[in-house]
Structure formats: structure tokens, C-alpha cells
């Protein structure tokens, strides 16, 4: 599997959160029902860490589940926060996952491998997404296409406005 796709999306999240915590506001305000920077970062370690225990799984030839209930829940995400010990620590975490992620899910799954259903649960906003088997693969794939590209222009979305255009020219 190419992880390229993957990579560069995790690159781009990392540059956005950089981006938000050089940009003079310290605690920028998300908008009302919104996560901040690090609740966003968090979330993301949280997501890639449960995808990267689903692939270890499967490597290993255990049967595994793939749930992101955890990665939304508010206690688990200031936990991670803490644990991380804030910003600086939260982007080394997500760097050193996609890493990590990109490593696993590259040259070191077989193809049968990187089919293999998985039996999945995604929620986001109290709604169901995603109720079946997921090849593994396109939980991966769905990271670099879908979860990581809305992550990053959450963070962007943090940035005042004239702060905004320049990070996306």
C-alpha cells in the first residue's frame, strides 16, 4: 500500500496545528460545539493510535474491532491532553503515530492482509457513519482522504481570517 497520501496528510495537519500555535494567540477559540487545537490533536492521536492497534492486530493474525468512541469522548481526550502535556507534546505524539501508521501499514502488511475486513464503528456528532466490515486498507486510506483533511481545515478554522488565507495560499 502507498503511504504517501497518508504521509502528506499528517504533514499537512502537523503544519496547520503548527501553524495555529505561532499564530500569537495562545488558546485560539473554536467555534460554539467546535474542539480547540489540542482537543483537535488529541483526537487525532487517539483515532491514529486505534488504527494503528487494528493493524498490529491483523499483523498478527488476531481477530480485532475497530470503534472510535473512544477518540470522541471528552474525558479520553483531555486525558491524552495531559498525558501528552499539551501542544509540543501532542504534535510529536501525532507525528511519531503517522509515522509509526505509515511504517505498519506500508511494506509491512501483505495485500490479504490489508483486505481483511474489520468490523467498524464510526461515529461523528452523535451520528453513525459507518456500521460494517471495512477492508483495512480503506480504514487507513480513509485517514489520509477524509479524517486528517478535516482535521486540518478544523485548525485552520482557528486562525482569524486574515491568518486563514495565508495558511491555505
Do not use: F
Amino acid at each position: 500500500m502507498d503511504t504517501t497520501p497518508l504521509r502528506d496528510a499528517y504533514r499537512a495537519l502537523l503544519d496547520a496545528a503548527a501553524t495555529v500555535a505561532d499564530s500569537g494567540d495562545p488558546s485560539p477559540v473554536p467555534p460554539t460545539g467546535e474542539w480547540n487545537a489540542d482537543q483537535i490533536l488529541a483526537h487525532v492521536a487517539l483515532v491514529t493510535a486505534a488504527t494503528i492497534a487494528a493493524a498490529s492486530a491483523v499483523a498478527s493474525g488476531a481477530n480485532t474491532t475497530y470503534d472510535n468512541r473512544m477518540a470522541l469522548d471528552t474525558w479520553t481526550i483531555e486525558r491524552v491532553i495531559s498525558l501528552a502535556g499539551g501542544t509540543a507534546g501532542l504534535r510529536d505524539r501525532v507525528r511519531r503515530q503517522g509515522d509509526a501508521l505509515c511504517a505498519l501499514g506500508g511494506p509491512a502488511l501483505a495485500e490479504a492482509e490489508l483486505d481483511t475486513p474489520v468490523p467498524t464503528l464510526l461515529l461523528s456528532k452523535d451520528k453513525v457513519l459507518v456500521d460494517q466490515p471495512v477492508p483495512l486498507r480503506d480504514l487507513i486510506a480513509g485517514l489520509a482522504a477524509v479524517e486528517l483533511p478535516g482535521h486540518t481545515e478544523q485548525l485552520l478554522a482557528l486562525l482569524p481570517d486574515g491568518a486563514r488565507a495565508g495558511a491555505r495560499a
